[in-house]
């Protein structure tokens, strides 16, 4: 593989690709496959799990939050650590710690140790999960190159997503909820030994220090926040059980921002946020993980509580989402070529929100009920992250690209977590599981619309970006 000799060190730009470059896009892509088909792949084994171990209703959700919300927390970690240690050893890393975890968990025999299991995941997915975005924005230059390569990680991400279910189902029916979690080991073990055979040894970007008190704030606010929110399904927003720890996470994130302020290498430098283009898709990853994580979880407990299906006929029914998104994320380079970021993401966005609103009806059937809303809120999702990414990561240095990645990742897992919290407490207050399973649909709309308008006043236009760059160029 060979770059211009005005490219950093291991840039593509036109060049074809050689079997090496191809291996570790491969490799990437296979590890944000895994950490997201984790985020999914044990909704559909919660039942199963709640049986044989004995969960409450709401100890339930921490199967899904211990591995979110940890992952969310520590990404911003896992990014400035891929900077600074070299993007190779952060990446074999965390699949070490990921598979291992897995294998903890998938051996659990109480609730405790499961969700141990699932915190210790978390923390292998914040290391490995913004290494994968980084290897890519930093082996592609700006350009069609690197918007295929971020569309094809983008694409195997979202398949992960929606394959978990499918995947989770056939191996709860068939064997047990257990090769939910061991099924991650083989996988982590062939991305191991491959990548230390592919991956060239990298010299890290900066010389700062890891802001390991910045990480321990932020990820102990988050916490406290999802929490409360969760404990306000049984206990109501204003018991001291649900309220202390709310506040609690709210003056956390606070102190966070103090100690980003005055340390000298901070986690999460402030002056970067203060980018349109980091802010603003910052923001719209909050509202859309809150969406989507949520999507999954409901569809997967209203297909097998509401509509009978069992683990593995819910699974299948996820088909048809999986194929969507992966179609859609590699139709979005096309549509690229067609239109700016912003245009693509704001139509995507419209996409969405018809799927959330015709899910919000709760109509009867698989077709209407399942399929239609199902492919419409997919195809939005699909042709909306690529621009994401896109709009997030150009101009930005070598040196950011992992904190950038970090930042993208964990604003999503954020999103997804405190979102799921949320909307979890709504369904619980309604007066039946069909007016809950709609109200949750419906607020997902409402979400999707702000992001529009997060898009039209925050994100710039193709004018302002043509302004930039000319004003970049002169300086």
């Not at 991400?157 to 029916?173: C, M, P, W």
């Not at 068939?174 to 090769?179: A, D, G, I, N, P």
């Not at 015709?358 to 009920?369: F, K, P, R």
């Not at 070598?398 to 977590?417: F, K, P």
Request: aromatic share 6%; hydrophobic share 55%; proline share 5%.
């Amino acid at each position: 593989m060979s770059a211009p000799a005005s490219a950093p060190s291991g840039v593509v730009e036109d060049a074809p690709l050689d079997r090496t470059a191809i291996a570790v896009i491969v490799l990437a892509c296979l590890g944000q496959f895994m950490v997201v088909l984790d985020v999914s792949i044990v909704n559909v084994a919660l039942p199963a799990m709640r049986a044989e171990l004995g969960f409450t209703e709401t100890g339930l959700q921490w199967v899904v939050n211990a591995y979110a919300l940890t992952f969310a927390g520590l990404m911003l970690l896992g990014g400035r650590a891929a900077d600074l240690f070299g993007r190779k050893r952060v990446f074999l890393t965390g699949v070490s710690v990921f598979a291992l975890a897995s294998l903890l968990g998938g051996l659990a025999a109480d609730p405790g140790l499961l969700i141990a299991a699932r915190v210790l995941q978390g923390v292998g997915a914040a290391v490995l999960a913004p290494t994968t975005l980084t290897i890519l924005t930093t082996t592609f230059s700006e350009g069609p190159r690197r918007t295929a390569a971020i569309s094809a990680w983008n694409a195997v991400g979202a398949a992960g997503g929606a394959a978990g279910g499918i995947l989770g189902g056939t191996l709860t029916e068939l064997l047990s909820w257990r090769w939910t979690l061991l099924i991650n080991v083989p996988i982590g073990l062939a991305i191991v030994v491959t990548g230390l055979r592919v991956i060239a040894r990298d010299r890290p970007e900066g010389s700062a220090r890891l802001d390991l008190p910045g990480a321990a704030l932020v990820t102990a606010a988050l916490t406290a926040i999802a929490y409360g929110t969760v404990e306000t399904h049984e206990h109501g927003w204003g018991s001291p059980v649900a309220l202390v720890p709310l506040v609690l996470g709210v003056l956390g994130l606070g102190v966070f921002v103090l100690v980003e302020k005055r340390t000298a290498s901070p986690l999460v430098p402030l002056s970067l946020l203060t980018r349109r283009t980091v802010a603003g898709t910052t923001i719209i990853q909050v509202l859309s993980g809150a969406i989507f994580f949520a999507m999954w979880y409901f569809l997967s407990i209203h297909m097998q509580g509401d509509l009978g299906y069992t683990p593995m006929t819910a699974g299948l029914a996820f088909l048809p989402h999986a194929l969507t998104l992966i179609a859609t994320g590699r139709l979005a380079p096309l549509l690229l070529r067609r239109m700016t970021p912003r245009t693509l993401l704001i139509g995507a966005t419209v996409v969405g929100i018809a799927g959330m609103l015709l899910q919000s009806a709760v109509l009867d059937g698989y077709v209407l009920g399942i399929l239609v809303p199902g492919v419409l809120m997919c195809a939005g999702a699909g042709m909306a992250f690529t621009p994401l990414v896109v709009l997030a990561t150009n101009g930005v240095q070598r040196s950011e690209s992992g904190l950038v990645s970090g930042i993208l990742g964990a604003s999503r897992q954020v999103g997804g977590s405190l979102g799921l919290a949320a909307l979890a407490t709504v369904a619980a207050t309604m007066a039946t599981p069909e007016a809950g399973y709609g109200a949750v649909f419906l607020i997902g709309a409402v979400l999707m619309a702000i992001s529009i308008v997060v898009a039209l006043v925050v994100l710039p236009s193709r004018a302002a970006t043509r302004r930039a760059d000319q004003a970049a160029a002169s300086s």
